[in-house]
Every structure is written in structure tokens, then in C-alpha cells.
């Protein structure tokens, strides 16, 4: 049987959604939020139980945390790039905030909000870095006053997608507690945990390591966690078998002209050239924009120039 993995949610909240590995999920968080929202406790408010998503067997296994302070975490990785994945954050997002309150309750016991959101995909292209943090900001001075509002993503294909990478590449781009926690997730059948380099030689990975080495599934949980499986499986087979069929049909850059508005470089190259691809075979802009990350307004200027 292959080894499970952490990306699919399933098993990403078995490990981190129950109350033995609540170190794990701290360390988890710390990695991600700045110095004023580092957790030393937390509270978990949706543990792991296979009843609650039986109906369901593609639900959001998000995990609900709230600190000592009263901040409240919602941490979820998402297999698929599903549409209008930026208003499903901010509405989960307000959830989150919103279900503080109780009856009778002021609004001076609304304590801030932190959506983590950990992708499988691509969803700011325009953004180099895997990790980006949003917040509302004043329009012209770029201050912010409303403060209660925190949303994190984190790319994993922007830490690594080359499934020819090895563990030397992995260590070499290994700076932080959060790349750590991203080379776990994305490729942890590299990491041994009685020999990890020095860069990743850290306590929680290994119990992480150990954890998912021990992971059992019941009959039930496995065929869930096969279902959620097939998600990233499909995904990975698309872009793969796309991006070498452009490229083999030698589409260029060059045929973008006129609509490098904000698009960058690199990934953003790849991601234009498979695109004229599926254009060209007449596939949905959903279809297209879920498997580029281009946005359908970029899409449809790429569509007006062929």
C-alpha cells in the first residue's frame, strides 16, 4: 500500500485536527502568522471525526482553532481548484468571525480571524512568493485599520513542483519553520525521520513523519481518502499532459502579444502557453482558467488574439 499522503485533506486533518497532535497544529500556525498572533495554547473546535463528512465524501475538512486570547484559526487545504475560490475564502472567512458572537453579545467580543488556506493550485499567478498575506488596507496610504481581517495562502507548487526534485533541492530552498512545514506536505516521501538533514532537523516534522507512518485508515476512511486522492491525481495528470503538449506544438509566448498586463515571467509563461492549448482545442473558460490559474478576463483577451 503507497504511503499516504498530506495533501489530501483527509488525512492533512487526521494529523492535525485531533487533540494528541495539537503541538503539530501550533507549531503548524506559528510557522505561518507574524509575532503578535503566535499561539502557546489552542483549542480545537471541530475535531477530527469521520461522522461529520460521511454524508459528504467531498466536504471541507478545514480545522477550526481558537487560541488563548480568543483568536479564532481556520486552517484548510484544498485539493482543487474549484470556482471562485476567492469568494469561498472570504465567506468562510466570515463564518469564522461572524459565529463568535452570541445572542446579546457586544461587538467588542469579536476577537480577529485568520484564514489559512493551503492550495494544491495555483491561484495568484501574479504572486512569486508561495506564501502571500492579505489584509484591508486604505486605498492611497495603504494603512491598515481594520485589523480584524487576516487571510493566508500558501501555493505548495510554488515551493516545489518537480517530482524529479531531490532531498538536496528540497534543503537547499529550506530557510524557514514554514518551508519545513511545506516540504512535509509536498515531499515528505523524502524525509526520513531518524535522518534528516540539519536544515530539517526539527522536532515536530519528526513526530509529523512519525505520525503519518503510523496513519491508519478504517475501510470507511480509506475509501474517502482514495476519492480526495483522485482530485490530485487528475489535477497533476492535466497540467503535466498539457504543458509538454504545448510546448511540443512549440506555442510561444510571442502569441500573447498585448496582454502582459501583471503577468509574470516563469510560471506565468507556462501557464499562457498551456492555455493557448486548450483555447485552441475550444475547452471552457472554467475548464481553462482552473487548470492555468489565469483569470477569465485573461483568458479572454488571450482568446481575442488567436
Same mark, same amino acid.
Request: no cysteine.
Given at each position: 500500500?503507497?504511503?499516504?499522503?498530506?495533501?489530501?485533506?483527509?488525512?492533512?486533518?487526521?494529523?492535525?485536527?485531533?487533540?494528541?497532535?495539537?503541538?503539530?497544529?501550533?507549531?503548524?500556525?506559528?510557522?505561518?502568522?507574524?509575532?503578535?498572533?503566535?499561539?502557546?495554547?489552542? @483549542?480545537?473546535?471541530?475535531?477530527?471525526?469521520?461522522?461529520?463528512?460521511?454524508?459528504?465524501?467531498?466536504?471541507?475538512?478545514?480545522?477550526?482553532?481558537?487560541?488563548?486570547?480568543?483568536?479564532?484559526?481556520?486552517?484548510?487545504?484544498?485539493?482543487?481548484?474549484?470556482?471562485?475560490?476567492?469568494?469561498?475564502?472570504?465567506?468562510?472567512?466570515?463564518?469564522?468571525?461572524?459565529?463568535?458572537?452570541?445572542?446579546?453579545?457586544?461587538?467588542?467580543?469579536?476577537?480577529?480571524?485568520?484564514?489559512?488556506?493551503?492550495?494544491?493550485?495555483?491561484?495568484?499567478?501574479?504572486?512569486?512568493?508561495? #506564501?502571500? /498575506?492579505?489584509?484591508?488596507?486604505?486605498? $492611497?496610504?495603504?494603512?491598515?485599520?481594520?485589523?480584524?481581517?487576516?487571510?493566508? !495562502?500558501? $501555493?505548495?507548487?510554488?515551493? @516545489?513542483?518537480?517530482?524529479?526534485?531531490?532531498?538536496?533541492?528540497?534543503?537547499?530552498?529550506?530557510?524557514?519553520? +514554514?518551508?519545513?512545514?511545506?516540504?512535509?506536505? !509536498?515531499? #515528505?516521501?523524502?524525509?526520513?525521520?531518524? &535522518?534528516?538533514?540539519?536544515? +530539517?532537523?526539527?522536532?515536530?516534522?519528526? *513526530?509529523?513523519?512519525? /505520525?503519518?507512518?503510523?496513519?491508519?485508515?478504517?475501510?470507511?476512511?480509506?475509501?474517502?481518502? $482514495?476519492?480526495?486522492?483522485?482530485?490530485? &491525481?487528475? $489535477?497533476?495528470? @492535466?497540467?503535466? *499532459?498539457?504543458?509538454?503538449?504545448?510546448?511540443?506544438?512549440?506555442?510561444?509566448?510571442?502569441?500573447?502579444?498585448?496582454?502582459?498586463?501583471?503577468?509574470?515571467?516563469?510560471?506565468?509563461?507556462?501557464?499562457?502557453?498551456?492555455?493557448?492549448?486548450?483555447?485552441?482545442?475550444?475547452?471552457?473558460?472554467?475548464?481553462?482558467?482552473?487548470?492555468?490559474?489565469?483569470?477569465?478576463?485573461?483568458?479572454?483577451?488571450?482568446?481575442?488574439?488567436?
Amino acid at each position: 500500500m503507497e504511503k499516504i499522503s498530506p495533501r489530501v485533506d483527509l488525512a492533512f486533518k487526521k494529523i492535525f485536527g485531533v487533540e494528541e497532535n495539537k503541538d503539530l497544529l501550533i507549531s503548524l500556525i506559528n510557522s505561518i502568522v507574524g509575532t503578535e498572533d503566535q499561539v502557546k495554547d489552542i @483549542t480545537l473546535l471541530n475535531p477530527y471525526n469521520p461522522k461529520n463528512f460521511r454524508q459528504d465524501k467531498l466536504s471541507i475538512l478545514d480545522v477550526k482553532a481558537t487560541n488563548q486570547d480568543g483568536k479564532r484559526f481556520n486552517i484548510e487545504i484544498q485539493i482543487s481548484d474549484e470556482a471562485d475560490y476567492d469568494k469561498r475564502a472570504l465567506y468562510y472567512w466570515a463564518k469564522l468571525y461572524t459565529e463568535q458572537l452570541k445572542v446579546a453579545q457586544d461587538y467588542s467580543a469579536l476577537s480577529k480571524a485568520i484564514g489559512i488556506h493551503i492550495l494544491n493550485f495555483t491561484s495568484i499567478p501574479k504572486a512569486k512568493n508561495y #506564501h502571500n /498575506v492579505f489584509h484591508i488596507t486604505e486605498k $492611497e496610504n495603504g494603512f491598515a485599520y481594520f485589523k480584524d481581517l487576516e487571510l493566508h !495562502t500558501i $501555493e505548495l507548487n510554488k515551493f @516545489t513542483s518537480d517530482s524529479s526534485e531531490e532531498l538536496a533541492d528540497i534543503v537547499a530552498k529550506t530557510r524557514t519553520a +514554514l518551508d519545513i512545514w511545506v516540504a512535509f506536505l !509536498t515531499r #515528505h516521501d523524502l524525509l526520513k525521520a531518524d &535522518r534528516l538533514p540539519k536544515e +530539517l532537523d526539527d522536532k515536530n516534522l519528526k *513526530k509529523a513523519l512519525h /505520525v503519518l507512518d503510523v496513519l491508519n485508515f478504517s475501510e470507511e476512511e480509506r475509501e474517502l481518502y $482514495e476519492d480526495h486522492l483522485k482530485w490530485l &491525481r487528475i $489535477e497533476a495528470n @492535466t497540467l503535466k *499532459k498539457t504543458a509538454e503538449k504545448a510546448l511540443a506544438e512549440g506555442i510561444s509566448i510571442g502569441e500573447s502579444r498585448g496582454i502582459e498586463k501583471g503577468i509574470e515571467e516563469g510560471e506565468n509563461r507556462k501557464a499562457i502557453e498551456i492555455a493557448l492549448n486548450l483555447l485552441h482545442q475550444n475547452l471552457p473558460l472554467d475548464v481553462i482558467s482552473s487548470a492555468t490559474g489565469l483569470s477569465h478576463a485573461e483568458l479572454a483577451e488571450l482568446k481575442a488574439k488567436l
